[in-house]
């Protein structure tokens, strides 16, 4: 695990804290690696994930002098080697948190750009500081931001295409109303507003939290018939095995 993150539990509640306050959480390949290890090795008996943001930011994007698509030595690396190491590793951490068996929450304050906007779209919850501003600014180097795009799938259309189009930082209000974030706090309750959240998640049966996580990911693909035809195996599952 990176020092630059912190994974923690308090009962079932797990958090994942990104720790370089210094330069706003700006993200580094070891931490993407470091970030996917803590996801996946949840343990069973886990019920909800936080993750979260030391210091003013909650993440300002991935570290540029840390980028190995920067090359060494004037030769540019092949573009199986950028997806090797840039695109596969940042989307198999988004894959990681989407499929985490139980429900994930980011908790945003301050800067949420680029990777941390993603990050923040990638959670099935996002609560948001009313001082907290969110960007996708990968356009500013004509670099078409399709790996967060990726994550941010559950965002309005509209929405991210203004993102990403025009580069601006909105703020908060802005991210609510086209869906990146789930609800807007005063910036000085963020962290019991979250304490809330996360008493009443873990107080729920696991088999319960589980089957709703499960239901969410799956029946948007699916038919009306095939949505209510699941929706009732669900609840039966979960009923039948007390």
Same mark, same amino acid.
């Given at each position: 695990?990176?020092?630059? =993150? +912190?994974?923690?539990?308090?009962?079932?509640?797990?958090?994942?804290?990104?720790?370089?306050?210094?330069?706003?959480? &700006?993200?580094?390949?070891?931490?993407?690696?470091?970030?996917?290890?803590?996801?996946?090795?949840?343990?069973?008996?886990?019920?909800?994930?936080?993750?979260?943001?030391?210091?003013?930011?909650?993440? +300002?994007?991935?570290?540029?002098?840390?980028?190995?698509?920067?090359?060494?030595?004037?030769?540019?690396?092949?573009?199986?080697? %950028?997806?090797?190491?840039?695109?596969?590793?940042?989307?198999?951490? @988004?894959?990681? $948190? +989407?499929?985490?068996?139980?429900?994930?929450? #980011?908790? =945003?304050?301050?800067?949420?750009?680029?990777?941390?906007?993603?990050?923040?779209?990638?959670?099935? $919850?996002? !609560?948001?500081?009313?001082?907290?501003?969110?960007?996708?600014?990968?356009?500013? +180097?004509? !670099?078409?931001?399709?790996?967060?795009?990726?994550?941010?799938?559950?965002? *309005?259309?509209?929405?991210?295409? @203004? &993102?990403? @189009? *025009?580069?601006?930082?909105?703020? #908060?209000?802005?991210?609510?109303?086209?869906?990146?974030? *789930?609800?807007?706090?005063?910036?000085?309750? &963020?962290?019991?507003?979250?304490?809330?959240? =996360?008493?009443? %998640?873990?107080?729920?049966?696991?088999?319960?939290?589980?089957?709703?996580?499960?239901?969410?990911?799956?029946?948007?693909?699916?038919?009306?018939?095939?949505?209510?035809?699941?929706? #009732?195996?669900? %609840?039966?599952?979960? &009923?039948? *095995?007390?």
């Amino acid at each position: 695990m990176s020092d630059y =993150v +912190k994974a923690s539990h308090e009962g079932a509640a797990w958090r994942i804290e990104l720790n370089r306050p210094d330069c706003g959480n &700006l993200v580094t390949p070891e931490m993407i690696g470091a970030l996917t290890e803590a996801v996946k090795n949840l343990p069973a008996d886990a019920k909800v994930l936080v993750l979260t943001g030391k210091g003013d930011d909650f993440c +300002k994007g991935r570290d540029p002098a840390a980028a190995p698509e920067a090359g060494s030595g004037g030769k540019l690396p092949s573009a199986l080697q %950028i997806r090797e190491k840039v695109g596969n590793p940042v989307v198999g951490l @988004y894959t990681a $948190i +989407k499929e985490s068996p139980v429900p994930t929450i #980011a908790a =945003v304050q301050g800067a949420a750009h680029g990777f941390g906007a993603a990050l923040t779209g990638c959670c099935d $919850i996002a !609560l948001a500081g009313e001082g907290s501003r969110f960007r996708l600014p990968e356009m500013t +180097k004509g !670099l078409p931001p399709t790996l967060a795009l990726n994550a941010v799938d559950r965002v *309005s259309a509209k929405g991210v295409a @203004y &993102l990403v @189009y *025009s580069t601006a930082e909105v703020d #908060a209000r802005a991210a609510h109303a086209m869906g990146l974030v *789930s609800l807007l706090v005063p910036d000085g309750e &963020l962290q019991s507003q979250l304490g809330k959240l =996360v008493a009443t %998640i873990t107080s729920q049966p696991l088999d319960a939290v589980r089957a709703v996580k499960e239901y969410l990911k799956y029946s948007p693909f699916m038919d009306p018939r095939g949505r209510a035809d699941y929706a #009732a195996s669900v %609840i039966a599952g979960v &009923l039948s *095995s007390r």
